[in-house]
């Protein structure tokens, strides 16, 4: 017999999960927002997103502090006092997690920390209390993927212990050339560590566009990291002096290292749920499949964000969020798009959206490409820009973007420009005659265009 009743009962507090909860109680609904972490804001606000681009942004000031002796400023090598930056990092974090608590409150969500499982279509076990509910929605995210046969150690870290900054190993293996790896290989390697990248396919950022990730590839090179791509680590041996990795592939060899951090994927949480005691479907990862209004199978229940598998990206699930709160409260809504952005905030950033040339290429989508180089950007030189790029894929018969992707300092601010001429259906010649302040980087775009369109004078 359940104890207690919600209307509507959120699982999981993460951007997809609180967006959710937020938007019901603004339309209306009495709702009840579960999560066991002590604050709210998931794994991007408290140990992802947030956090992440604390430490990119020191690295980044590092980084442009040395290279300012190019300008005849020389400021001397950074002390780094590493407790004071984990500190500032937390501080970060808690002022946001502190400012979701102040918008539950306020919306009267009530926020109960704690497991939540399915025991059956309408209830619901949260640490041993019984729920009954009338609409539910999963958001309990992802976690890391842990490879099968490494041994434990404390030295090796996943994302959450690598963010967690405990020290600044002199030697840093990461696995994984995804966007967590390599984001965080631009942390240490700017703190200090020689980092060694170590990624299966071959090319870093697998999926982007492999123009720009050859100029991001020689970017983090020239930072002192070392890529090897199309390798893979066939064994690792933990021993007092180093963990040892052994590797296969383009590269031969042993690479020692006094951290190593894993970033190899993330997996869905599903299975956290127990999703099948209320009917939901759930595939082996661990997805829950959902339509476009994030309906799962089973009456009254919602998916929301990674659990719904990829592009898992916290904007995405907040769109969801939105969504699913919207139909339970009986309005017509839908995630009617696939437009969404990636950004990598590396150094430099790497972003994109839409299709890549190669997949368009791929899929047989007629398709030309036009792009203008950062080398000719007076924004980006005189700002201390190094090499980037803005390059378009466009139709050649309606001249509508298809796909966008940028490398270049705040490359993935200026992505928004595309993905809303993408979503409105924008052409080149809307892009090329809007004018763009001068002198910006956002020029880049509507450079491309102008060339696209044989206008171009800057180049
Ligand atoms: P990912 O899937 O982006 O990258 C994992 C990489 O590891 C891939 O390139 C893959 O080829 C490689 N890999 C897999 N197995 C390997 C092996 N055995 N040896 C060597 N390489 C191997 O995953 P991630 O970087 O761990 O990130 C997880 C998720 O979190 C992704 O969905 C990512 O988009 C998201 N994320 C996004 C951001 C952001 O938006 N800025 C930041 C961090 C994470």
Partial sequence: MAEKHAEFIVLGAGPGGYACAFRAADLGCKVVLVDPRATLGGVCLNEGCIPSKALLHAAEVIREAGEISDWGI???????????LRA??????EHLTGGLNGLATRRKVEVIRGTAKFTGPRSIDIDGEN???DQAVIAVGSSPVQLPGWPEDERIWDSTAALDLREVPKRLAIVGGGIIGLEMATVYSALGSQVTVVEFMDQIAPGADSEAVRILHAALT????TIHTSTKVAEVKATKPALVLRCEGAFEGN????????????????PKVAPQAAGVEMDARGIIAVDRACRTNADGIFAIGDVTGNPMLAHRATHQGHVAAEVASGHAAALDTDLIPSVAYTSPELAWAGL?????????I?????????AASGRNLSSGGGDGLTKLVYCPETHRLLGATLIGSNAGELLAECVLAMEMGATLEDIALTVHAHPTVSETVAFSAERALGTLTDL
């Fill in 356 to 364: 890549t040339q190669l997949q368009a290429k791929e899929q047989g």
């Fill in 88 to 93: 500032r990092k937390e501080g970060i974090v």
């Fill in 131 to 133: 729920w009954a509910f």
């Fill in 255 to 270: 690479i020692k290292a006094d951290a190593v951090i894993q970033a190899v994927g993330r997996r869905a949480n599903g």
């Fill in 222 to 225: 020239d930072q002192g990291i």
């Fill in 74 to 84: 020389a400021l001397g090598k950074p002390k780094i006092d590493l407790d004071a």
């Fill in 366 to 374: 007629a398709h030309k490409v036009a792009s203008f180089p950062w």
